[in-house]
């Protein structure tokens, strides 16, 4: 199995960053052969990219002197729609909870021209020591980042 990452899926210009998370065109090659939509699988880790997105994008330039990773706690999803091969889909994410040591995103996957809600998905995420390999407490300004744009459109 081929990793799927952020950067190779805008290098196959699959995916293009828009605030608060991505647009994809959906690719044949992404299909189970046999099929004409993206498997559950697929649509999780194109979800993981847009997780990508917002570490990328929000937490990482709140870090400062330390090294900071996340791990997923758990993960809840809820498929509505099946996402057929050409589509473009819009996935965007929201903080919906912050605690001490981790807090929650939530993942909502549309069908960007018909605008149906095809599939929602919770992540909780902790924060992580990636040397000591142990959750910590995210610095402040991370912590203050989340809690000023939690459910924020």
Avoid at 50 to 72: A, F, K, M, N, Y
């Amino acid at each position: 199995m081929e990793t799927t990452s952020l950067v190779k899926l805008i290098e196959e210009d699959g995916a293009v960053c828009i605030p608060s998370g991505l647009k994809v065109t959906v690719y044949p090659s992404w299909i189970v052969e046999g099929e004409d939509r993206l498997s559950y699988t697929t649509l999780v880790r194109l979800i993981e990219c847009c997780r990508e997105h917002h570490w990328q994008t929000d937490v990482l330039p709140q870090v400062q002197g330390v090294q900071l990773d996340s791990i997923c706690k758990s993960i809840a999803a809820t498929f509505t729609k099946p996402v057929l091969v050409g589509r473009v889909i819009s996935i965007t994410y929201e903080v919906t909870a912050v605690r001490e040591k981790g807090y929650s995103l939530r993942f909502s996957v549309y069908d960007a021209v018909e605008q149906t809600l095809c599939a929602e998905v919770d992540l909780v995420l902790v924060f992580y020591d990636p040397v000591a390999h142990q959750p910590i407490s995210p610095p402040a300004t991370v912590f203050n980042y989340l809690v000023s744009v939690r459910n924020q459109p």
